[in-house]
């Protein structure tokens, strides 16, 4: 499979969220940039929180889940370095739009979600909107998808206590994993995970807030 292309009207609320919110904090990924400026975030957002889909904020999505601020977005997805060619694992696929970012950055996305209702929503819009190259799972995001790893990229949108050894056990060579870590629900530090060789190389980004991964759980 390859990166999917979805050709979207032209959306000025995205574009400004872009230009304000993300590319003034310093992202510099022109592919990612143009993504985000055209992928209607508004369709992932549910219920009354719609209207503030474009805002410098998380939102809810129901079940106690939210869409991520749409800088840690950004960030998160810059972390990976993506050229196009990548097998990437999300683990919590929430509402989808950070899947949907994923499926038009890389080759082939493999997201899993813990709550079926979540992921039965993100998959239908995605599949509405023209994602082909995004496989589903629900079940347990801690322990990645074991039988379609190595992976080249993995993004975890939930905060473990500590990084997962059963995700940087899938990890590919070069691999980057990005992960929030920590033991409080009210701050964490997003970490940059390489693998090198038999070696693991951590880097410690910026401080983040998410909701936790729960043991043997994916959560978006």
């Known amino acids: 499979m390859q990166a999917v292309k979805i050709q979207y009207p032209e959306n000025p609320q995205a574009q ?3 230009r304000t919110q993300i590319r003034s904090r ?5 592919r990612l940039l143009e993504v985000m400026a055209g992928l209607p975030r508004h369709r992932f957002v549910p219920g009354a929180s719609r209207g503030e889909a474009y805002g410098d904020f998380p939102l809810p999505i129901g079940s ?20 196009g ?6 683990v919590g696929t929430g509402s989808g739009y950070q899947t949907a970012i994923l499926a038009e950055l890389a080759a082939e996305v493999y997201t899993v979600e813990l ?4 992921l039965a929503r993100a998959r239908d819009l995605l599949t509405e909107l023209g994602y082909l190259n995004i496989h589903w799972r629900v079940g347990d995001g801690s322990a990645g998808w074991p039988e ?10 939930a905060a ?3 990084i997962p050894a059963s995700l940087t056990a899938q990890l590919a060579d070069n691999g980057i994993l990005v992960i929030p870590v920590g033991s409080s629900q009210h701050y964490q530090t997003l970490m940059v ?3 090198a060789g038999g070696r693991l190389e951590q880097r410690e980004s910026i401080g983040c807030r998410f909701v936790p991964l729960v043991r043997g759980s994916a959560r978006g």
């Open 16 to 18: 400004r969220m872009v």
């Open 26 to 30: 310093g992202i510099s990924d022109e």
């Open 64 to 83: 106690g889940q939210t869409i991520s601020q749409p800088y840690m977005v950004a960030l998160m997805t810059e972390e990976l370095r993506l050229s």
């Open 85 to 90: 060619a990548e097998r990437v694992l999300e």
């Open 115 to 118: 709550l079926p209702d979540l």
């Open 148 to 157: 379609e790893a190595p992976f080249d990229r993995m993004l975890v949108a």
């Open 160 to 162: 473990a206590q500590t």
């Open 193 to 195: 995970v390489r693998r």
